[in-house]
C-alpha cells in the first residue's frame, strides 16, 4: 500500500522512464524538426487511442465470456455487431484521417523558394552530398549533412545505382531515392544539435552501414562551414603527411577519390577533401582517426561488406600510416 | 440435367446389417489406400491433404530456425555471429519461406484435408490436381530452401526490389526466387481453382449457398484472392527473369523501363496475400467459436458480407505500402482513407464473434485459449496497422522495426494462433486422438509469452529509428536493450513450438481413441468415421441446416447406415455427388480418380523445366518441358473424360443422375473458366505494364512510331480470331456427329492458329524492334510472346481433340474435349485480339 503522494511519484518517474527511452539522437519520438514533430504528435494520439480500444475489445470479451446467455444482447444483435463493428470504428476512423490527413499537405511541400538547397545521392552504401554555391560552384563532400536551424532546406535526392531512402528520424519523415529520378523532400529543423540519418530501403550487402552525421546549426554557422568546406585542400603540415600525400597521387587512389586542390579528381567514391573534419568514417559507422583509416585502406571489406574499394593491404605498413595521417590531416 | 429429389428425406428403415456389411466391403474396396511404396501414389484428399500439412509445417519449422538465427545475430550490437550476405539471405529466406511455403499452402493443404468431409463429399473433382500441386510444392520449396545451404540463396528481401535484384546481385540466387517460387505460385493457385470449384459444385444435396460452413465461405474468398493476386506477381516475375536472362529492361531506367512497375505488381500481389493469410484462419475461428460457445454463430450474413468486402478491399490498399517513393498528395489520402476502411469489415467479424460468446455458454478448452490469444494480439497488430495506414505516421515508421513488430501481431496473432488452436481442435480428424490438453496449455503460454516479449520491444526500437533488414547495429542508439529483450523472447516462443511439435510427435499408441465428435460440434465435418475408413461419409446425406448435428435428428445414425445418398460403390468405382452451385441440386455422380503415380511424374517434370531454368540450362529444361508436357497429355488421355459404361446410375432415395456431363454443369469447364481468370489476369497485369510506360515516359510514346506496325500485327489477329470461330464451328459440328466437318473445321483451326502466330511475330521482327534496346520493344514482343504461348497451347488442345475423336474417346455426346477446348479459345481469342489492339493500335491512337 503506498500513498498517493508515493504513487503520483511513481507515475512521475514511469512517465520520466519513458520520455528518456524515446530520447536519442536517431529517435522519431525526440523531435529536433516541424515534421517529426508533427508526426510524434500523431503518434502519440493514435497510441492512446489505440490502448483504450484494445483494453475495450479484451473487457468486451470476457464480458461475452462470463456471462451466460445474455437475453440483451441476442435481442440486440444487429446493433450490436453494426454498431461496434462497423458504426463505432467508422466515426473514429473518419476522425482519425480528418487530423491525420490534415497533417499531409504541410508534410509533403516542397520547401520555400530560396531555401537552402542540398543534393544528396544515394551509392552503395554511402552518400554524396552536395551544396550548390550562389556562384554555380558546388561543393561536394559526402556522409555529412548540416541543416540550418529554423529554416527549410529543400533536398534534392536521387541514387547513383539501386533504391535508397534517406531518413534522418529526428526531423521528418523518410522519402525513397531512385536511378533516374529526382524526389524533393523539405526538412524544418527546430532544435540544433547532432543527429544521425540512416538508409531506410533495404539495397544490399552493407544496408546497415549506410548513416550520415546530420549537424543542424544556425545559418551563420552553416554559412562559415559550407565556406570552409567550399575550400581547397590545405598541404599538409607534417612530413609523414607529406609523404602520404604524394603516396595518395602515386598509389592510384585519385582515381577514384578527388582532394581538391590536388591533381586527384575521381569521382567514383567520396570526395576527401575536407575527410578529415568530418563527424565519423565510412558513413557514419566508424571513428574518424588514423587507426580507422588504415583500416580502412588495408581490409575495406572487413569494415563494410561488399565494399566498392579495392583493399591495399599490399601496401607496406609504413605507406599506410602515411596514408593515414594524411587523410587525417584534411581537415 | 438435374432433378429434384422426390424424397429429401433418409431412408425410414436401415438396410439389413448384411446388405450394409457388402456396402461397406465394397466402399473399403474402392477407397482403400495403397500400402508400402505404393502409398505415395495416393491421390484422395486425407492423404494429400496430411503430407501437405507435414510439409508446410516443417517449412514453418525451417523458417523459424532462420527467424532465431536473425535474433542471435541482433541479440547485441556489432554481432559478428552471421556474416552481413549470410544475414540477408537468412531475412530474405525467412520471409519468403513464410509467406510462400508455409502460410499459403498451410491454409490450401489444411483445406483439401477438411473441405470434402465438411461438405459432406468423399473427395475433392480433381484428387490428381492435388497430387500434381503437392509434389510440385514439395519439390519446389525444397529446392529452394536448398540454395541456403550452397550459399547460393536469394538475398534481395522477399519483395525483390529491382534494381538490386537485376543489376546489383550476380549469382543465382534471384532466380532461384523468381522460378522457385512462380513454381509454387502455380501449385498454389491449381490449388486453389481446385478448392474453388470444390466449394461451388460438390456441396451435399440441399446444402444451399447461405447454409454452407463458414469456413467454407472464407476460403471461396480467400481462394478467389490467390486467383487474382498471385498472377501480378507471376506477370512480374516473368519481366523480372526475362530481365535478369535475357537483358530486355523492364525495370533499367536507363533504357526506359521503371523499377516501381515492379513495386505496383509485387504489392498488388502482397497485399492481397496478408489477407489470403488471415482469412483462412478466421474461417477456423469461426468453426471453434460456436462449438465453444455451443450455439449457432450469431450473425452469419454479417460475417459473409465482411469477409467477401475484405477481399474486395484488399485489392484497393497495395499503395500504402508504398506511401515513401514519393506519390501526389492526392494518392497518399486516397490510399490511407481504403486502409483505414478494411477495419470496418473485420471490427464486423470480431463483433460477430463475441456476440456469439456472449449469447452461448463458454466451454474452456485448449483451442479457445489459442483464439483468444490470438484474437487479442490481432486485434493490437490491426491497432497499428490503423497507425501505419495513415501516410503521415507511415513516413516515419515505414521500413523499420515497428513495420516488423506490427506485421508479426498481424500474421502470428491473426494466424498462427489460430492455425495451432485449429490444429488441437481438429486433430481427432487426423488419427481419432486428441492432444494433450496440459501440454497445449503449456504451448499456449510460452507460445504467447514469447510472442509478445519479442514483439512489442519491436515497436519502441523502430521508432527510436532502427531500421528493418539490418545484420548489425552499432552501440549506444538506444536499440541495444530492447534487441535483447526481443531475442529472449523469440526462444522462449520457440520453446513453446517446441512443446507443440513434441505434443504431436509423441507416440499416442496407448491412448484411446476420443469420441467420434469430441468437442460436440454441429457441422459435418466429425462424421467421419476413424480409423481405417478412408471413404469419408458412409452416404452423403441431405442437409437443410447450418448446424445439421445440432439440427438434424439422427443425422450420424442416418448417414452411418446407408440411408442418405451414395451408400454403396457396387462398379468399385470411387464416387462423389456434383451438385448445382447456388442451391445444391445433385446433377451429377461423378467418378474421381484413384492411386496413380502420373501426377507425381508430371510434377516432377514440370518441376525440372523451373529447376533447370534457374541455372540457365536451357537444352534440359526444354527436354524437362516436353516430358512434363507428355506427362499431362498421358494423364489427361487415360484418365478424364473418361465415357462410362452406362449413362445413369442411381444414387439412392430414388434419384437416377448421369455419370457424364460437359459444358458449365461439369466440374472440368468450372475448373477451366476459373483458371483462365487468373491466366488473364496475369495478361492484364502485362498490359497494364504497357500503360504505366506509356503514362509515366514521354520516350515510351515516342518509341511506339517504330514498330511493330498495323498490317502483321492484324494479319495475326484476323487469324487468330479465324481459329477461334473454327474451333467453336467443329465443337458444333462434333455435337451434331458430322465428322467431316469436325475435322476439317478443327484441322483448319489449327493451320490459321499457326499462321496467326508467325505473323504476330512477323510484326515486331520485320520492323526490327529490338527487345534489349529499350523498354517498348520488351514490352511489345513480351505481349506478343505471351499470345503465341497460349495459342501453342491452344493448337495442342485442338489437336488433342481430333486425336480424341479419332480414337473414339469424343463422341456427340460425350464431348467434354471439345467444350474445355472451346472455353479455352474464348480467352486465347480475347487475349490476340487485345494484344493487336495494344500494339497495333493504341500507337495510332495515343
Redesign the interface.
Known sequence: MCSPAARSRTLLAALALGAA?????????DPAGR??D??AT??TI??VG?AV??LA??A??V???R????PR??RR??L???G???L???VV?TA??VY??A???E??APAPAGSLRVAVTGE?WWWRVRYPGPDGRTVELANEVHLPLGQAADLRLDSA???H?F?I??L?????M????T?RLALWPTRAGRY?G????????????M?FAVVVEPRAALDRWLAHQSEPARPPTTPLGARGAALFLADGCGACHAVRGTPAAGTLGPDLTHVGSRHGLGAA?LPNDAGTFARWITHPESLK??VHMPAFGMLPPADVRALAAYLEELQ | MSQEPPDLEPLAEAPSDEVQRGQRERLLAAWKTPTGWRSWSAVNNTSIGRWYMMAAFCFFLFGGVLALLMRIQLAVPNNTFLSAERYNQVFTMHGTVMMFLFAIPMFEAFSIFVLPQMLGARDLPFPRLSAFGFWSYALGGTFFCASLLFNAAPRGGWFMYPPLTTRYQPGIGADFWLLGLSFIEVAAIAAAVELIVGVLKCRPPGMRLNLIPLYAWYLLVAAAMILFAFPPVIAGSLLMEVERAFDWPFFDTARGGDPLLWQHLFWLFGHPEVYVIFLPSVAIVAMIVPTVARRAIVGYSWIVLAAVGTGFLSFGLWVHHMFTTGLPGISLGLFSAASEAVAIPTGIQLFCFIATLAAGKVSRSVPMLFVFGGLASFVMGGLTGVMVALAPFDFQAHDTFFIVGHLHYVLIGGSIFPVVGGIYYFYPLFDGKLLSDKLGRATFWLMFTGFHVTFLPMHLTGLRGMPRRVFTFAPGLGFDRANLVSTVGAFILAAGVLVFVWDLLRSKKTQPTCARNPWNSGSLEWLQEMPDKPWGVRSIPEIDRRYPLWDQPNLMRDVDEGRFFLPDAEEGKRETLVTSVIDARPVQCLRVPGPSWIALYAAFFTGGAFITSTFHWWKAALASSVLALGAILYWLWTGTAIIPEKETKDVGLGVTLPLYVSGPASVGWWAMFITMLGDATAFVCLVFGYFYYWTIHQDFARAAAQGPGLLWPLLGGGALVASWALTLLARRANRRDRAALFYASMLSAVALAIAGSCALIAGPSRTGLDPTRHVYPAIVWMLVAWTVFHVGLGVVMQLYCVARRAAGRMTARHDIDAANVSLYWHFTALTAFVTVAVIAGFPRVA
Do not use: N
Not at chain 1, 527511452?21 to 519520438?29: D, F, I, N, T, V
Open positions: 527511452a524515446c530520447r536519442g539522437p536517431q529517435s522519431a519520438l515534421g517529426a508533427r508526426i500523431l503518434f493514435m497510441a489505440a480500444v484494445w475489445m479484451v468486451l470479451t464480458f461475452a465470456v456471462v451466460h446467455a445474455a444482447v441476442e444483435t444487429a450490436f455487431i453494426l461496434g463493428g462497423a463505432v470504428p467508422t476512423l482519425l484521417l491525420g490527413l497533417l499531409l499537405p508534410l509533403v552503395q545505382d539501386v533504391i531512402s531518413w528520424p529526428s521528418g519523415g523518410k522519402l525513397d531512385f536511378p533516374g529520378r524526389s544521425r540512416v538508409c531506410a530501403e533495404y539495397c544490399g550487402a552493407s544496408h546497415a552501414l548513416a559507422t561488406p561488399g
